[in-house]
C-alpha cells in the first residue's frame, strides 16, 4: 500500500480527495489514483470550489 492509502485507512474521520482539474481528461497516469479507495469522495474539475465542497461534505458527515 502507499502511504498516504495507510493513513487514511488508519484514521476515523472521511477522507475526501480532491483536483482542482478534471483528471479523467488529462493524461493516462493522472487518471490512476492511489488514495481513492482509502476515501469516501473524489471531487474533479471543479477549481477551488472542489476544496470547499470538501470540506461542506466532510461537516455535514458529523452532524449526522
Known amino acids: 500500500l502507499f ?8 484514521v476515523s474521520i472521511p477522507t ?4 482542482l482539474s478534471d ?3 488529462r493524461e493516462d497516469f493522472r ?3 492511489v488514495t481513492a479507495p482509502a476515501c469516501v ?3 474533479y474539475g471543479k ?9 461542506e ?3 455535514k ?4
Open 3 to 10: 502511504p498516504y492509502t495507510t493513513l487514511f485507512r488508519s
Open 23 to 25: 483528471i479523467h481528461k
Open 31 to 33: 487518471k490512476i489514483s
Open 47 to 55: 477549481g477551488k470550489e472542489g476544496y470547499v465542497e470538501a470540506v
Open 57 to 59: 461534505y466532510i461537516i
Open 16 to 19: 475526501v480527495e480532491v483536483h
Open 41 to 43: 469522495l473524489q471531487i
Open 61 to 64: 458527515s458529523f452532524e449526522k
